[in-house]
């Protein structure tokens, strides 16, 4: 399969690939969620080039994760806010984040931690069942084909 087909893919992996399977796509939605709204702001943290990141913003706007909202007049300047798709990604970051903690972080710890503002305490991700609630780890899921199959 080739990159380009990734997006028409019956594989909502490879679909979902195709829009923030990069590594630099993934650098500005974290740091969306962290806040950062500027083309200005993404580039200093990111300390990458200037097209690679006007390429990113295009494509998350495009695919609808980000959307431009002007917050300048003169000259026209523009913020970059998550969507409700874009918000749609916030347990895809936890997760990811968690995995990084629980293999990476090392005897020092997460650099990073996460608070639940409901109850004021600290937490880690945890997959739940939709239907019975209980924790669902790789060994209790069972695939079979879907309707879009």
């Known amino acids: 399969m080739r990159w380009n087909d990734l997006a028409d893919a019956r594989c909502?992996?490879?679909?979902?690939?195709?829009?923030?399977?990069?590594?630099?796509t993934l650098m500005i939605v974290r740091d969306s969620f962290l806040g950062v709204r500027r083309f200005e702001d993404f580039e200093r943290r990111l300390g990458i080039s200037r097209s690679?990141?006007?390429?990113?913003?295009?494509?998350?706007?495009?695919?609808?994760?980000?959307?431009?909202?002007?917050?300048?007049?003169?000259?026209?300047?523009?913020?970059?806010?998550?969507?409700?798709?874009?918000?749609?990604?916030?347990?895809v970051i936890l997760a990811i984040v968690h995995w990084g903690d629980v293999q990476f972080a090392g005897e020092a710890g997460p650099p990073m931690l996460h608070r639940h503002k409901a109850c004021d305490c600290d937490f880690t991700p945890v997959t739940t069942c939709s239907a019975c609630g209980e924790p669902v780890t790789a060994r209790d899921v069972e695939v079979r084909p879907g309707p879009g199959m």
């Open 12 to 24: 909502s992996v490879a679909r979902s690939v195709a829009v923030i399977g990069d590594r630099w």
């Open 52 to 91: 690679i990141i006007a390429d990113r913003l295009k494509r998350l706007v495009e695919a609808g994760v980000l959307r431009r909202e002007i917050y300048q007049d003169r000259p026209v300047r523009h913020e970059y806010r998550l969507t409700e798709r874009g918000l749609a990604l916030h347990p």
